[in-house]
């Protein structure tokens, strides 16, 4: 086992950790992201100086830690962007308390309105094309309406 560890080299971090980059293609989740990156990093010191397997694996050790807040911070900087824009993947959520004019009438519960240029369906009170409605809640595609 320590013949492994003696031959241990700049090549076979700069493998292990391309090896570890594409393994995150094929089980994503950033893990083995971060390991392929502080194997690539132990490679490229280890271009610059000849250090020991034990300093090797240190090295490697460290920079793995090291990336765990990187990784944090910078996973913290993607959630502002959705804070920033919490409606970007519900667009139906971003619709309740709107008003609209109906286009076509509610008869029995249920009509259509027109919102940009999407044709929606409403249920709520009947009520003639062309009055308008407000969004009092959204599911899926249906959206209930109240007279505005």
Do not use: C, H
């Not at 824009?85 to 667009?91: C, I």
């Not at 309740?96 to 029995?108: M, N, Q, Y």
């Not at 709520?124 to 959204?138: F, T, Y």
Request: charged share 15%; glycine share 8%; hydrophobic share 55%.
């Amino acid at each position: 086992m320590n013949g492994i560890f003696v031959t241990l080299g700049t090549w076979n971090w700069l493998i292990f950790g391309v090896i570890m980059m594409a393994l995150e293609l094929f089980a994503p989740g950033v893990f083995l992201f971060w390991l392929g990156l502080a194997a690539l990093l132990t490679g490229l010191i280890s271009f610059a100086y000849a250090p020991s397997w034990q300093v090797q694996i240190l090295m490697f050790a460290v920079f793995a830690v090291l990336a765990v807040p990187v990784w944090r911070r910078l996973a913290r900087s993607n959630t502002a962007v959705s804070v920033s824009n919490p409606f970007l993947n519900k667009r139906t959520d971003a619709l309740v308390g709107r008003v609209f004019t109906l286009e076509k009438p509610i008869v029995d519960g249920a009509g259509t309105v027109r919102i940009d240029d999407t044709v929606w369906r409403v249920s709520g009170p009947d009520a003639p094309a062309g009055s308008r409605v407000r969004i009092v809640q959204a599911d899926g595609a249906s959206l209930t309406v109240a007279a505005a």
